[in-house]
């Protein structure tokens, strides 16, 4: 069918591209700026990063179709959330040789330029909304389509490994002969060291998430709902070039305890705890993962600014347990002894990646290590959230706040610097 021709990239036509000044070529959000980085080489690093992550597992080909690793790999966007839960778009990739985007139509322009994409086509998309009663012809198309990949790139080889994919989809791969693993592995691995180029475009999103942590913190004032107050920061994420907000994690007053109310249309009184958690994948699609707490009217009362006290104790004292070359489990039972009476209310990490969103790893706390916990070591370029969320279980409120670190080879330095708050003894 012509929907599955694939074309490639060095010999496709062009249309002429408007000026956007010097460097490589952005697409989406970030089109016609200048990066504080250079984007080519990000691509680079990201994608044998990837390459040499394959090879480490002896995987020969690798499949990916969760957005977030289509995007770590290519650099190409297209309707990142709404694809997020349609299997639409998938990148195929090698452990050695070209890369081929299918993307979700023929849409070759959003791919204009990319390094990292060598060949273009359009994926045989087999969901119900798009294929309907036809879901298993479709889905055996696309079999047909990654197996024809496999067997020109990866000739000989029956290994494939996928991160995402339903039953249909796999069982058509498989009908071919080909064995399924685990790609998320793979991906997540290789996304977990980050480049001196992609901590520049970390801080970029970081630097958005403070200005709209700042217009959050000017707009709290008694009538205000939770929700208004959300809207600055996606107001100023979208404005600045960023692109979504993983979640709806603000709370104020009876609603910060326990921690994972969503923002509400509960309106804010003088005295309320607001706690928050920007989630924010900023510009050039980098995560910012910071959580403050304030209280509206800056009136504080005694348990509040306890409560606060012990959530910035736990950071510090986490964050300074943390140096490249410990094991998780090291950190785990070296962390900050939580008082038994916040342990019911704890947060679900004590630390956790950082990258295009949350990502591995998951470092438990210490009361969760044999249950949740699981083998690995802190490397130099690793950039890690270190969380606290402290509130006594049937107790009136709570204080969540969360650091960024980017781990070196001597230590760390803080990423995430909008202010703490202070307290007068």
């Known amino acids: 069918m012509a929907k599955n021709k694939v074309i490639s990239n060095h010999d496709r036509q062009w249309p002429i591209r408007m000026d956007r000044g010097p460097g490589p070529v952005q697409h989406g959000a970030m089109d016609h700026s200048r990066p504080p980085a250079d984007l080519d080489t990000v691509r680079r690093y990201r994608l044998a990063r990837v390459q040499a992550e394959m090879q480490r597992q002896d995987v020969p080909g690798l499949l990916l179709l969760d957005p977030i690793n289509t995007r770590y790999v290519t650099d190409c966007t297209n309707m990142q959330i709404w694809c997020m839960h349609f299997e639409t778009r998938c990148v195929f990739v090698p452990a050695e040789g070209p890369v081929t985007l299918l993307d979700y139509a023929d849409m070759p322009f959003l791919a204009e330029g990319l390094p990292t994409v060598d060949n273009y086509g359009v994926m045989s998309a087999h969901y119900f909304f798009a294929a309907g009663n036809r879901m ?37 791969i ?65 404005a600045e070039g960023g692109e979504w907000i993983e979640t709806r994690l603000l709370a104020s007053g009876p609603r910060t305890n326990p921690w994972f109310h969503e ?53 510090e004292f986490n964050m300074d347990v943390i140096r490249p070359g410990m094991s998780y489990r090291e950190i785990a039972e070296n962390s900050w002894p939580i008082p038994d009476r916040f342990k019911k209310n704890r947060y679900g990490c004590l630390a956790h990646g950082v990258g295009l969103c949350d990502e591995y790893p998951s470092i438990p706390y210490r009361e969760d290590l044999e249950e949740y916990g699981y083998d690995g070591v802190v490397k130099p370029g690793m950039v890690l959230a270190v969380e606290s969320y402290i509130g ?34």
Request: charged letters at 30%; one cysteine or more; a negative charge.
């Open 136 to 172: 298993e012809e479709w889905a055996a198309a696309f079999g047909r389509q990654i197996g024809g990949l496999m067997d020109k790139y990866c000739p000989g080889e029956k290994r494939l490994a996928i991160d995402r994919l339903s039953h249909l989809g796999g069982s058509a």
């Open 174 to 238: 498989q009908s071919l002969g080909f064995e399924i693993v685990d790609g998320q592995r793979v991906a997540e691995v290789a996304r977990s060291v980050k480049s001196a180029e992609e901590l520049q475009l970390m801080k970029a999103a970081i630097a958005v998430a403070d200005k709209g942590m700042t217009a959050m913190r000017k707009a709290l004032e008694p009538g205000i709902t939770e929700n208004g107050l959300w809207a600055k920061l996606h107001e100023v994420n979208v």
């Open 263 to 315: 923002s509400s249309m509960r309106i804010i009184e003088a005295g309320d705890m607001v706690s928050f958690d920007t989630d924010l994948i900023g510009p050039y699609g980098y995560c910012a993962d910071i959580s403050r707490a304030w209280v509206c009217g800056d009136v504080w009362s005694r348990e509040q600014v306890e409560l606060y006290r012990m959530a910035r104790d736990q950071v």
């Open 392 to 425: 006594e279980e049937g107790a009136m409120e709570g204080v969540k706040l969360e650091q960024m670190i980017h781990v070196t080879d001597t230590g760390w330095e803080l990423l995430s610097h909008y202010p703490l708050e202070e307290f007068e003894d």
